[in-house]
């Protein structure tokens, strides 16, 4: 495949009407729109496919996995409500997009892959756009425990059930963002930790993922 770092007037003004189709979708939070118009989501493209990287559509990126659709990371970015110096634990690093609209939101992200190929081009490709979260390669279903606890955690990933070891690593008062369901469509499920034990939980729109898989997933 080849890639190319360039990013010219074609391709900001192609984030800027990326922005404001996301707007007439009702993604509401100005600073998650910011985050979107400002992250190169071309750059996470072979240069063959650059004309598909501004569609709101989600994207193969090889392994099985695709980059998600940029409504679908606005949105589950959007129910994090994301305050700056958050430390947030991304189950499914993907491409690494989801990745960099966290931390132009100005979280501290800890992000896990399970899969080698993606996990290694992502571990180049990040740090050279100036983007430095803490990279693990392993099972996200069992979370990160080593840095536990986290104030928030996004599942990128269709899961069957919330896997307990995200509930624990979740600190009193964090928000869990994960789609629950089959394997073929999910409800977004928002999670608020009110105590110990004790959790809020929210049923919201139908998504289509890949599966989470792992020991406490499929």
């Known amino acids: 495949m080849s890639y190319k770092f360039v990013?010219?007037?074609?391709?900001?003004?192609?984030?800027?009407?990326?922005?404001?189709?996301?707007?007439?979708?009702?993604?509401?939070?100005?600073?998650?729109?910011?985050?979107?118009?400002?992250?190169?989501?071309?750059?996470?493209?072979?240069?063959?496919?650059?004309?598909?990287?501004?569609r709101d559509i989600a994207f193969p990126i090889g392994e099985e996995q695709t980059i998600s659709q940029?409504?679908?990371?606005?949105?589950?970015?959007?129910?994090?409500?994301?305050?700056?110096?958050?430390?947030?634990?991304?189950?499914?690093?993907?491409?690494?997009?989801?990745?960099?609209?966290?931390?132009?939101?100005?979280?501290?992200?800890?992000?896990?892959?399970?899969?080698?190929?993606?996990y290694e081009r992502t571990i180049q490709v990040l740090p050279y756009m100036g983007y430095k979260p803490q990279f693990?390669?392993?099972?996200?279903?069992?979370?990160?425990?080593?840095h536990a606890p986290y104030d928030k955690i996004i599942v990128t990933a269709g899961a069957p059930l919330v896997p307990e070891a995200l509930l624990k690593q979740l600190k009193v008062g964090g928000i869990i963002v994960i789609p629950v369901g089959d394997t073929e469509t999910q409800k977004m499920v928002t999670i608020l930790k009110t105590a110990d034990n004790d959790y809020e939980k929210h049923e919201l729109d139908t998504f289509r993922f890949v599966p989470l898989v792992g020991d406490k997933a499929w």
């Open 70 to 118: 940029p409504y679908t990371v606005a949105y589950q970015t959007q129910l994090l409500h994301i305050k700056k110096g958050d430390k947030v634990l991304e189950i499914g690093t993907g491409s690494g997009y989801q990745s960099c609209i966290l931390m132009e939101l100005g979280a501290k992200v800890y992000t896990i892959e399970r899969q080698q190929k993606l």
């Open 7 to 54: 990013d010219n007037y074609r391709e900001k003004g192609a984030r800027k009407k990326l922005v404001d189709i996301l707007k007439g979708k009702g993604i509401e939070d100005e600073n998650v729109l910011k985050a979107i118009g400002k992250v190169p989501r071309h750059y996470f493209f072979d240069e063959t496919f650059w004309n598909q990287a501004y």
């Open 136 to 146: 693990f390669l392993g099972d996200g279903s069992k979370g990160i425990l080593k």
